[in-house]
């Protein structure tokens, strides 16, 4: 919808950097996938506590760390499969660059990665399904229109807004990914990969140290 309806609509009148709107928000659309697939996947972590299922997994002779990491594979691996079902849809697109799809591939996996470990981190702490989706909610929304993903990030923007979205870590996943999709970016393609693999080793140990101190 977000491509094929809000990106035709937009885009019938406008452009960005000579790109039409519909291709230019293709590589923030991907980041959106996984943004809210891969947090959401928290909740498996809420559903299976109020099953007892989790009582079981962690009394398991397995580490936690190994549970946790088993987990954020899970997820990745999941949300992995939702963009490769839209990559291939990237034909439809004329100004994607193809041979540009295996590195947006593996940023968004590193993005995911991140992604996942804050879900599972946010689970951690919740133990109702309520509390969780406001909190999640609270936290997507902001990444999400603070990553670039429906707008260039310029000097145009007001000077505070720039300041948001220059924290906004997934502001660098999406960069990187139009970066190698449409040759449009603001950083150097170094830049977006450290920042995103810092921002996932970050999150993998936060994750990993609320995991297994639950209860």
């Known amino acids: 919808m977000w491509l094929f309806l ?55 002779p397995v580490s936690r760390l190994s549970i946790f990491m088993g987990k954020v594979l899970g997820g990745c691996t999941d949300v992995t499969l939702q963009i490769i079902v839209l990559f291939l849809f990237s034909f439809l697109f004329p100004s994607i660059n193809p041979w540009g799809i295996p590195l947006a591939l593996l940023l968004l996996f590193i993005t995911s990665i991140a992604l996942v470990s804050m879900g599972l981190a946010l689970g951690s702490l919740f133990n109702s399904l309520e509390g969780f989706q406001v909190i999640s909610a609270f936290l997507i929304f902001p990444l999400f229109f603070l990553s670039g ?65 639950m209860k």
């Open 6 to 60: 809000f990106g035709s609509g937009v885009g019938a009148s406008v452009s960005v950097s000579g790109i039409n709107y519909q291709d230019y928000i293709y590589p923030g659309i991907l980041a959106m996938l996984v943004l809210f697939g891969s947090v959401y996947f928290g909740l498996y972590i809420v559903w299976d506590r109020k099953l007892d299922v989790l009582k079981a997994i962690l009394v398991a």
């Open 149 to 213: 993903a429906l707008f260039p990030v310029d000097d145009k923007l007001p000077f505070w807004l720039q300041g948001l979205v220059k924290l906004n870590p997934l502001t660098y996943a999406v960069d990187g990914v139009r970066g190698v999709l449409l040759n449009v970016h603001i950083f150097p393609f170094y830049v977006d990969f450290i920042v995103i693999t810092f921002f996932a080793v970050a999150m993998f140990l936060l994750g990993s140290v609320l995991f297994s101190r």
